[in-house]
């Protein structure tokens, strides 16, 4: 009898080191989906007035794993276009600024222009495997008459690779896989009633994919520490009991 109680305590002991691994691991595995979704070029601020001045900052995280990223073409939306761009120098890279004539003319406060740039490239520099890079530009003002401008870019690698930034989300669909960094305009009016209102409002996820990816990880570390602790302490009273 002694040594089947002492067989069971052991089986179930087992049990709950084996539960806290696949929970460990679970979590571990949820946290892996939500790498990618996280490594897209991004923009900050995601959002901004029409009509306002705004320093827009892309975010570019290198996702190769043995190749340096070396180049960023960034193209700038010319269907609304932003008539004063300037772009931030960034130690160790090369600027080059594309044009085009306009249609069309706009007016602004500070004149009429017939000219706007319609593609940035960075290139000379180097992005390592695990690192990113921020490249910044000044626009004024931003265009209004638009609720979102699309900024699709090329990301280019030292082995040659390619990747294509230009896919733009649908609604109802789920993310594409490689999304163009898209700011979302507002009307100056909406955001300075509104602006007080989120102040008393709790931040919410960058995106429900990351946030529930997130909070399953949690869950999952959560439930592998309780099956430690608890295979911990099925040890010790059985080392207690002369096991």
């Known amino acids: 009898m002694l040594r089947t109680a002492k067989f069971r305590r052991i089986v ?5 080191v ?6 460990c691991a679970a979590s571990a595995a949820v946290l ?3 790498v990618p979704a996280l490594a897209h070029i991004t923009v900050t601020p995601d959002s901004a007035p029409g009509g306002s001045a705004a320093v827009l900052t892309f975010h570019v995280p290198n996702e190769e794993a043995t190749a340096d990223t070396t180049k960023l073409d960034m193209k700038i939306p010319t269907d609304h276009p932003i008539v004063n761009l300037l772009v931030k120098p960034v130690p160790g890279w090369t600027v080059s600024v594309k044009t085009i004539t306009l249609a069309r003319p706009v007016v602004t406060d500070d004149g009429k222009f017939t000219q706007a740039v319609s593609e940035v490239i960075w290139s000379g520099g180097e992005i390592a495997p695990g690192q990113f890079q921020d490249f910044s530009v000044s626009a004024d003002p931003l265009p209004t008459g ?3 401008l699309a ?3 090329l990301q280019i690698y030292s082995n040659g690779d390619v990747v294509r930034w230009i896919d733009l989300s649908a609604p109802g669909q789920p993310e594409p896989g490689h999304p163009a960094p898209v700011l979302t305009l507002t009307s100056a009016t909406h955001t300075a009633g509104t602006t007080a209102a989120a102040a008393d409002v709790p931040a919410a996820p960058r995106s429900g994919a990351d946030g529930t990816a997130r909070a399953l990880a949690v869950a999952g570390l959560a439930v592998g520490l309780l099956g430690l602790a608890a295979a911990a302490v099925a040890l010790r009273r059985r080392r207690a009991n002369g096991g």
């Open 12 to 16: 179930s002991v087992r049990g709950l």
């Open 18 to 23: 084996r539960a806290a691994v696949a929970g």
């Open 32 to 34: 892996m989906l939500a």
């Open 146 to 148: 638009v609720s979102a």
């Open 151 to 153: 900024f699709k870019a």
